[in-house]
């Protein structure tokens, strides 16, 4: 299946976004903050990798749309729908339990421990990461939609009557 442009766009701005909180983040490890180099790595890797859930959730709901419109009963689509809105939201945390849970295998450090001590560890800037891609996706939606509606519409009342009159239209007899 083919993405629409509007979703290609989404895409697109979905890794724009990611690619500018991962320059921010390695220009405050070098010149602002002491971060280290690895702990802004790890943060960029939290954030490619929802950005990259981001995109398959964006395609699956493409997919979602084109099948509904073609199924003629309303009751199955919304089951349809519904089946697939849980199995995104099952990818969003999949993705999110298994990038904790590896990083506990490498590191074997507890992520409770972790976060619920307040002190710096492995897994801060990853779930810091993990939660800024996961807003990827609305920076590319609310961007995608910003370039599409930034045309001019002609409303209706800016229309000339006499161009839209079915009178004066050139039609073949």
Not at 49 to 65: D, G
Not at 105 to 125: D, K, V
Request: charge should be positive.
């Amino acid at each position: 299946m083919k993405l629409s442009p509007i979703s290609k766009k989404i895409i697109f701005y979905i890794f724009s976004a990611a690619l500018i909180v991962i320059v921010c983040a390695f220009a405050l490890s070098l010149f602002i903050t002491p971060i280290s180099a690895f702990d802004a790595l790890v943060f960029s890797t939290g954030v490619v990798l929802m950005s990259a859930v981001n995109s398959l959730k964006i395609f699956l709901m493409e997919r979602t749309v084109a099948k509904i419109a073609d199924m003629n009963d309303p009751n199955a689509g919304k089951a349809y729908a519904l089946m697939q809105y849980s199995f995104r939201f099952f990818i969003t945390v999949l993705a999110l339990g298994s990038a904790i849970a590896a990083m506990y295998f490498f590191t074997r450090e507890s992520p409770f421990i972790s976060i619920l001590s307040g002190q710096s560890h492995t897994y801060t800037p990853l779930v810091l990461g993990l939660v800024i891609g996961l807003f990827t996706m609305k920076i590319g939606v609310i961007a995608a939609g910003r370039t599409i509606n930034s045309t001019p519409v002609q409303s209706g009342a800016d229309l000339d009557k006499e161009s839209v009159s079915p009178h004066n239209q050139n039609l073949p007899d």
